[in-house]
């Protein structure tokens, strides 16, 4: 599983990206800049809220993750 800050970093960039992306068709699609501010924060708190938990519950669900085979120090093998 991702670690807190990975998630939360993972958070910040998409959501980056899709803000930038609302604002823009909402600023094309209604030409007003309250409308289109307001509509692209509210959207994108809430949007950030659930992306967040998305993540954390999809990093406890096992189905489809494959893990990368652990490595067994051998401590002997430095000592010959």
Not at 25 to 49: H, K, M, P, Q, R
Request: with cysteine; aromatic share 16%.
């Amino acid at each position: 599983m991702d670690s807190k800050k990975r998630t939360l970093a993972k958070t910040a960039l998409y959501r980056g990206s899709i803000t930038v992306l609302l604002f823009t068709l909402l600023w094309f699609s209604t030409n007003n800049i309250y409308e289109t501010s307001f509509i692209t924060i509210i959207f994108n708190v809430l949007a950030t809220i659930i992306y967040y938990f998305h993540e954390r519950l999809w990093g406890k669900i096992k189905w489809g993750n494959s893990e990368a085979p652990k490595l067994v120090s051998n401590q002997n093998a430095s000592c010959q």
